[in-house]
């Protein structure tokens, strides 16, 4: 029988990446995203269409009420900062206590699962700017699900595994396509137009860009004019 | 200027009389409640009438989506058990990672507030059933704390205060009647009648009597005959 995990998962380049990652390891992929009044709710539009394509068993999206963490630019009415990347301290699009809050629920499924591994796409790119992705936090994350959970107390060896978590756009990308990965589908824009197309000059999509850019390869995404 | 604490609060016995113990150590009580599919949707509806009553600044009601976490009493459609307490094992009325996840809401609203205290009023008659009541899990999430946020990076030192942890049921109402906790503004049972009256014969209604006896006090609530 094959090991299950879950896999947090957006829609995005870092988290289909690491769906793949998952599947190399033999596990059969649990896909889990959230709907946390993102403002680019097309990127859960993607991940619905895209989730079975990429090789999913199955694909929960959970309602997350985030009233009470107002000011990030995802979820409030703040302009998406563009063209001007924030190379210092914590971005805005930061949301309190996101990541705890998102391996909170991932745990809950791998319980009812009876799944031991939960996959998530944070990298080095991200933890400048936001504490919740860097490797001590991860790690604290895992001792906490062994103690949290019955199956934890009964046994059950919870591994949080953050695969992307040293490597760069550029080696996330070439990993990906080492495994076979359509990056078509993927979704990465914070912005896109009302047709679903990308803008090319948000801080995601310019991201995005510069990796592929980094191992000289063509982003197959069509991008707005 | 008085300190803030997030409280999580169920409108029962143990965490109003937590949030009493917060006010007597100087903070100021922000109520957390969570809307999570129980069946005993009186608790909130009480939650909201008391939490101004006994004292909160605020209370927020969240809701959580549990479709991932079925199988438990108090969201599925299963009996819940009478006058046959649950002396071994996990009760059917556990709801995987549930203290996790609540607890990664209230760090995120502390974040926005400021707060750098939030209490749980979990004890020692819990976590011999639920693994996310022990003082080791309380511990790993502190940790998890000071970790997963922008606060804890920048210097807040957050504490998870639990001060209900050692004290057996009699001890925590005679705690909360020494603070002058009103026990006519809490709530306990799991199955009460249409018109809001504690049954009296489920797990929770039988904790608080036997409570209540244990010190020779008499529970000022009105049961079903």
């Known amino acids: 029988m094959m090991k299950k995990a879950v896999v947090l998962y957006s829609g995005g380049l870092d ?24 403002r680019h709710a097309v990127e859960l539009e993607k991940a619905r269409e895209y989730a079975p394509l990429i090789g999913a068993a199955n ?5 997350i009420d985030m009233r009470l963490v107002g000011g990030s630019a995802l979820t409030a009415d703040i302009e998406v900062p563009k063209d001007a990347a924030q190379d210092h301290g914590i971005p805005i ?16 499924w791998a319980e009812v699962l009876g799944a031991g591994n939960i996959f ?20 604290a994350f895992q001792t906490l699900a062994n103690l949290a959970t019955k199956a934890g107390v009964e046994g059950q060896d919870y591994r949080i595994q953050a695969p992307l978590i040293d ?9 990906g ?9 993927t979704h990465s824009c914070y912005d896109p137009t009302p047709a ?7 801080d995601s999509c310019r991201l995005r860009l510069k990796g592929f850019a980094e191992i000289n390869q063509e982003d197959p995404l069509t991008y707005a004019a």
């Open 120 to 139: 998530i796409g944070v990298n080095a790119l991200d933890y400048s700017g936001y504490p919740d992705c860097r490797p001590e936090f991860i790690r």
């Open 167 to 175: 490597l760069t756009k550029g080696e996330i990308i070439r990993r």
């Open 177 to 185: 396509l080492d495994l076979g990965v359509d990056y078509r589908l």
């Open 59 to 63: 694909h929960l999206v959970i309602d």
């Open 93 to 108: 699009t930061y949301v309190p206590a996101r990541n705890t809050i998102f391996l909170s629920f991932a745990l809950g």
């Open 15 to 38: 988290s289909t990446t690491c769906l793949a990652i998952a599947k190399e390891q033999g596990f059969t992929p649990y896909a889990l995203s959230f709907n946390y009044g993102q």
């Open 196 to 202: 679903g197309l990308s803008c090319g000059h948000c």
